[in-house]
């Protein structure tokens, strides 16, 4: 008598897809959670892990590239009307609720309507900022390729070049590229590319959804750099789609 081979009971699971820097970067980003918010410096909880600092001009598109970047609607407060963030927003990234980096965005600079005493304030306390705080590892400065860097930027460009100097990783993302055509583009990216002294520029547009993967990726390199010095260079780099972060609202 001859018996029939058992059936499987389990039905086989569909493969999961190789990670890629590109996803593993964008599921770490995703991990973003609000951790504090701070109106002033010594609000600031003390940390020890790198923490990244989103900087620029009221506006330039700070709070919507953090929730574009993290893949959630409303992480960061964006609004149309310029000063939506007064606080200093730190949100902590890591797998499995370890906390691996944090996220700072920061209030804008160079809002008309402010009033005097207000922005000087707003400004020591920025200063201060970037020059004391011990975890700090990198910036990304937003700049609205439109305006190009303001005397404002400059002065954050001085403030921070210590820093550098010292080994602070620093990015300048050019916002709403979705409103330049390709030749104005590329000829922002190039003048910004001088001013940033052999910094990185890139450029990003919410809307279109450009730049995401690549200053995901930077970021992601900047937290992990044992790990992206092994990855493998050959592994294929996509754009992860996501519906959320896609219907991340825009409009200026
Ligand atoms: N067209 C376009 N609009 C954008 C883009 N990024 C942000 N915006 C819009 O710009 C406005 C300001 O965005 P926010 O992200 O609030 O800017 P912010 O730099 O955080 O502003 P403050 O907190 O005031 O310093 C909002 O109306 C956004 O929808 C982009 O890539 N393209
Ligand atoms: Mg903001």
């Not at 330039?60 to 927003?89: D, E, Y």
């Amino acid at each position: 008598m001859t018996t029939k081979p058992a059936r499987p009971t389990t039905t086989p699971k569909p493969a999961t897809p190789p990670a890629t820097p590109s996803s593993i970067a964008s599921g770490w980003l995703h991990t973003a959670r609000f951790m504090t918010s701070a109106p002033e410096l010594h609000f600031l909880p003390e940390i020890d892990v790198p923490e990244i600092a989103f900087v620029g001009s009221s506006n330039s598109g700070k709070s919507t590239c953090i929730n574009i970047l993290t893949q959630q609607k409303q992480l960061a407060f964006a609004s149309r009307k310029p000063g939506r963030t007064q606080h200093i927003n730190l949100f902590s990234l890591g797998k499995q609720g370890v906390t691996d980096a944090v996220l700072a965005d920061l209030p804008g600079y160079g809002y008309a309507a402010v009033p005097r005493q207000d922005k000087i304030r707003w400004q020591q306390v920025m200063a201060n900022y970037l020059v004391t705080r011990k975890n700090l590892s990198a910036i990304v400065l937003l700049c609205d390729p439109r305006r190009g860097l303001t005397d404002l930027d400059d002065i954050l460009l001085d403030v921070i070049r210590p820093r550098v100097e010292l080994g602070l990783k620093f990015l300048i993302v050019l916002t709403k590229a979705d409103k330049l055509n390709r030749s104005e583009s590329e000829k922002a990216l190039s003048i910004t590319k001088l001013q940033a002294g052999g910094g990185q520029v890139m450029l990003f547009s919410a809307p279109k959804r450009k730049g995401i993967d690549e200053v995901s990726q930077l970021l992601w390199q900047w937290v992990h750099p044992a790990v992206a010095a092994n990855a493998t260079s050959a592994a294929p780099l996509e754009v992860v789609a996501d519906a959320e972060a896609g219907s991340v609202p825009v409009s200026d």
